[in-house]
T-cell receptor, first 114, second 112 residues
Framework: DTGVSQDPRHKITKRGQNVTFRCDPI?????LYWYRQTLGQGPEFLTYFQNEAQLEKSRLLSDRFSAERPKGSFSTLEIQRTEQGDSAMYLC????????????FGSGTRLTVV | SQELEQSPQSLIVQEGKNLTINCTSSKTLYGLYWYKQKYGEGLIFLMMLQKGGEEKSHEKITAKLDEKKQQSSLHITASQPSHAGIYLCGADSQGGSEKLVFGKGMKLTVNP
């Protein structure tokens, strides 16, 4: 297992288009998290899953954002009708027990909306 | 909502020098996590502190948690170019929450 994998690494899209990102967590981790990071800021929480259940969503996650983890393994984050303000690094993390091991982050997907 | 303030915002040091980074919370700290990030990459977990007075070390990096001051410090001894990056602190915002709040990070440059 090589860690948390995110695809694509970079995405450039035109305003108004839909984009989808994928995250493959460490296989034995049942918890999966999505964060967003803009330049010069720390990551901001978006949502998290325990197995396939989405347990919490941030107010940052507008109606244009949706996340799924259909079989409790990989997850997708979709942004519909992208806006320039969506440009950011989207980070996925996974954990077996965050209070002991913290998160293991992926390398992120950098989204640029033009 | 909880806010984490990191200081300094950036630091440039000569290789071999010691340095300390601070992370101060606006609210009670239930758990404090330190991460390192290379530009454009994901975050690498360094260590986690949960109890007041707790101190952990890994190689040349030592982190401490002062519950009363709602503050954590990260100390690097004999810095090396490999220590360069952005150091971020994250905190459990509610006590038992899996959602972390992060500071803005501290950019460290180590000149050889």
């Amino acid at each position: 297992d090589t860690g948390v994998s995110q695809d694509p690494r970079h995405k450039i899209t035109k305003r108004g288009q839909n984009v989808t990102f994928r995250c493959d967590p460490i296989s034995e981790h049942n918890r999966l998290y999505w964060y967003r990071q803009t330049l010069g800021q720390g990551p901001e929480f978006l949502t998290y899953f325990q197995n396939e259940a989405q347990l919490e969503k941030s107010r940052l996650l507008s109606d244009r954002f949706s996340a799924e983890r259909p079989k409790g393994s990989f997850s997708t984050l979709e942004i519909q009708r992208t806006e320039q303000g969506d440009s950011a690094m989207y980070l996925c993390a996974s954990s077996s027990d965050v209070f002991i091991y913290g998160y293991t982050f992926g390398s992120g997907t950098r989204l640029t909306v033009v | 909502s909880q806010e984490l303030e990191q200081s300094p915002q950036s630091l440039i040091v000569q290789e071999g020098k010691n340095l300390t980074i601070n992370c101060t919370s606006s609210k009670t700290l239930y758990g404090l996590y330190w991460y390192k990030q290379k530009y454009g990459e994901g975050l690498i977990f360094l260590m986690m502190l949960q109890k007041g007075g707790e101190e952990k070390s890994h190689e040349k990096i030592t982190a401490k948690l002062d519950e009363k001051k709602q503050q954590s410090s990260l100390h690097i001894t004999a810095s090396q170019p490999s220590h360069a990056g952005i150091y971020l602190c994250g905190a459990d915002s509610q006590g038992g929450s899996e959602k972390l709040v992060f500071g803005k990070g501290m950019k460290l440059t180590v000149n050889p």
